[in-house]
């Protein structure tokens, strides 16, 4: 990173780094590692976070330019210190209306921004077996209650609604086959104790224990 806690960014100053020497070090390691087989992780290929980037002021991204160029371009969150929703449908709202104040009302369509978060998503994790809903692929899949008042005459496009309405949470997840969300709710740990937990840890952050 190159703005330091003095400049108003998040890493202690005496980590931070010049951008030509982060540049420099980034073409080095592309050039010894990049690798295109299948599954591998050392590839040449972009997580895009805008809200991160929003909340730290670290500029757009030019995310057309670079699908324009082939580069693989998926969509994330980043961790919990510059995402504090960390909300996957948000961020992918937010990823199209950022790229249309930078770049104009063209720069990206709403299937462009939702194919980020899904099949761009496949490609930069190198996989071939997730990312859409097809034959052989994973069995991983979401649905959303697109009867909610936040959808309310929008039924027309509904891809155009997820994307631009208010973010919704999913009505049923499965991931791999596995029921992660039913009706709304997550069946996969008992929520009330871990938002307990979570919370009391967070007291104890903020206090310094």
Known sequence: MSVGQKDGGLPPDSVVEKEDAILKDTQRLIETYHDE???????VVVAHCPCSNMRLASGIAPIRSMRDAGVPVGLGVD??????GAQMVGEVRQALLL??????????????????????????????????LAPGMAADF?????????????????VAALVFCAPSQVANSVVDGRVVVRDGRLVTVDLGRVVERHNALSSSLVAGR
Request: aromatic share 6%.
């Open 37 to 43: 087989g299948r599954y591998a992780m050392p590839r």
């Open 79 to 84: 961790g919990s210190a510059s995402n504090d």
């Open 142 to 158: 979401v649905s959303f209650d697109l009867s909610q008042p936040a959808f309310a005459g929008s039924l027309h496009d509904p």
């Open 99 to 132: 790229q249309r104040v930078g770049f104009g009302p063209d720069a990206m369509t709403a299937r462009e921004a939702l194919e980020i978060a899904t099949l761009g998503g496949a490609r930069v994790l190198n996989r071939d077996d997730i990312g859409a």
